[in-house]
């Protein structure tokens, strides 16, 4: 038998025994995590692997490509999307060698034993007020895709931008979402590429920053997904009883209008606060712990919104540790689900790295024998016949 032969025999194999499993790897599951680094006092990539391993975390968002991290999650099998930081982009959009080149430095060297199943292209882009980024985002976007399509990675590496709330004009009742105008001109562009190579719509959700801004006048239950009245949208019929499903629905809601109907709404980044300034009522341990260990509840139920009900929401969490040299209010540098030193920041289901623990004492005693194994036979199979993909398709 051929070399070709066997790697096509080698992929039919792999498609058999795992049938769910298709070549772009952009989520795995319904959670993510976001992994923030603006910090001097963390974990090594390798003990952050541990980790995330032992809480079986398959999804992460790093906001650049560091290397170190890369490598780190050689053979890991969670699945990473790398950040095209927005100093890029200027240069990006005006040179497609110059994409290939950051791919080639940044991505394709990785592959397949690090799974990077996506590039954030620019991160809150078009909810910023630079306009001359709003320009040159589809431009950059678009050299990058192109980039991967020359070396033959567009169904391995999918291409995407993440936006902020910023970008809707309204989106409460959640029926009432909607694009601001001034951004429609670079939206819609945007969101039709996107549709072409059917890539969801990347969106960062904060309940913590809606609840803050207006304390008064939002329940603190409605925003925790905790029992409380809720909300009922008379357009549409439906009752949302927290804050979660309903922005999601007005990013939903927002697309419909624009003419994107059939478009997946993916949350790149939410979470909730353990502590914060005067000023920042609801940032709290206690509310921190609420949020997150419901939202975890919520998202591991894989079902839907109320306007998309057979939608299951996928989500990252921001973020993996607090980041003591981030800048602004004190609530940045305390979203994390983990302190530095790898402990938990509360209770919600995790284990921290333990230092006086070997790191398989990490894992529960379900996870040891024929699953460990299956786990790891997975990681290897997956690894090999990633291999046999992508020389298939680069031949």
Excluded at 34 to 45: E, K, Q, T, V
Excluded at 291 to 307: E, F, S, V
Excluded at 312 to 330: C, H, Q, R, S
Aim: net charge neutral; aromatic share 12%.
């Amino acid at each position: 038998m051929g070399s070709s032969s066997l790697l096509l025999w080698s992929l039919l194999l792999f498609l058999i025994a795992f049938p769910h499993v298709t070549l772009v790897h952009a989520f795995t599951g319904t959670y993510g995590i976001n992994y923030g680094r603006i910090a001097d006092n963390l974990p090594p990539p390798g003990s952050v692997v541990t980790l995330l391993k032992a809480a079986k975390v398959k999804n992460i968002r790093i906001y650049d490509a560091a290397h170190e991290v890369l490598t780190a999650f050689k053979g890991s099998g969670i699945e990473i999307i790398v950040g095209l930081g927005n100093e890029y982009l200027r240069d990006i959009s005006v040179s497609e060698d110059r994409a290939m080149n950051w791919v080639k430095e940044n991505v394709e060297p990785y592959l397949p034993g690090t799974r990077i199943s996506g590039i954030a292209v620019g991160n809150e882009i078009l909810g910023s007020t630079d306009q001359e980024l709003w320009e040159v985002l589809l431009p950059a976007v678009k050299n990058v895709y192109n980039a991967l399509d020359r070396l033959h990675l567009t169904k391995v590496v999918e291409v995407s931008s993440p936006h902020s709330a910023a970008v809707f004009a309204s989106s409460f009742p959640p029926s009432a979402g909607a694009f601001k105008e001034t951004l429609v001109p670079y939206m819609k562009p945007l969101l039709e590429f996107f549709e072409q190579k059917n890539t969801p719509f990347y969106i960062n959700i904060y309940p913590f920053l809606a609840y803050i801004s207006d304390p008064d006048h939002i329940d603190v239950k409605y925003a925790t997904f905790q029992s409380n009245p809720g909300i009922y949208d008379s357009a549409t019929k439906l009752h949302y009883d927290n804050m979660f499903d309903a922005q999601i629905d007005a990013a939903y809601a927002a697309l419909e209008k624009a003419g994107f109907e059939k478009t997946e709404v993916i949350v790149s980044e939410t979470g909730w606060a353990s502590r914060g300034d005067a000023n920042e009522v609801g940032a709290s341990l206690k509310n921190a712990r609420t949020y997150n260990y419901n939202l975890r509840k919520r998202l591991l139920k894989k079902k839907g919104t109320p306007y998309r009900p057979k939608v299951a929401v996928k989500a990252y969490v921001f973020a993996l540790f607090n980041e003591n040299l981030k800048p602004g209010p004190t609530s940045e540098r305390n979203f994390g689900l983990f302190k530095a030193d790898g402990s938990v920041s509360y209770n919600i289901g995790f284990t921290g790295l333990k230092p006086s623990s070997a790191a398989s004492s990490l894992l529960s005693l379900k996870d040891t024998g024929l699953r460990s194994w299956f786990g790891s036979s997975y990681s290897l199979l997956y690894t090999t016949c990633s291999a046999a993909v992508l020389l298939i398709l680069m031949s």
